[in-house]
């Protein structure tokens, strides 16, 4: 099983990601093993999906972090 995950920070910032084991994953972001996140605080998973398949998975999630997939988060997530 594959979990395309949305996380938000306590400043509003999303983090779009993809992981076959959300729990590992989310305690490697609050550890800053992860770039992205590292300087983000206070992060909550805001949206998940879960897939199957790595494909559709990898694909949804590229389609979070186009332009498209970004409208579509900020229209079904709360400010």
């Known amino acids: 099983m594959y979990t395309v995950y949305v996380l938000r920070d306590n400043k509003g910032k999303l983090y779009k990601g993809l992981?076959?084991?959300l729990a590992r994953r989310?305690?490697?972001h609050k550890l800053g093993k992860t770039r992205?996140?590292?300087k983000m605080e206070e992060l909550k998973v805001v949206y998940?999906?879960?897939?199957e398949e790595l494909v559709i998975a990898r694909k949804r999630e590229l389609y979070?972090?186009?332009a498209a997939g970004?409208?579509?988060l900020k229209k079904i997530l709360p400010p």
């Open 19 to 21: 992981s076959n084991d």
């Open 26 to 28: 989310l305690k490697e």
């Open 36 to 38: 992205t996140t590292a």
């Open 48 to 51: 998940k999906e879960e897939y």
């Open 64 to 66: 979070f972090k186009s």
């Open 70 to 72: 970004r409208r579509f």
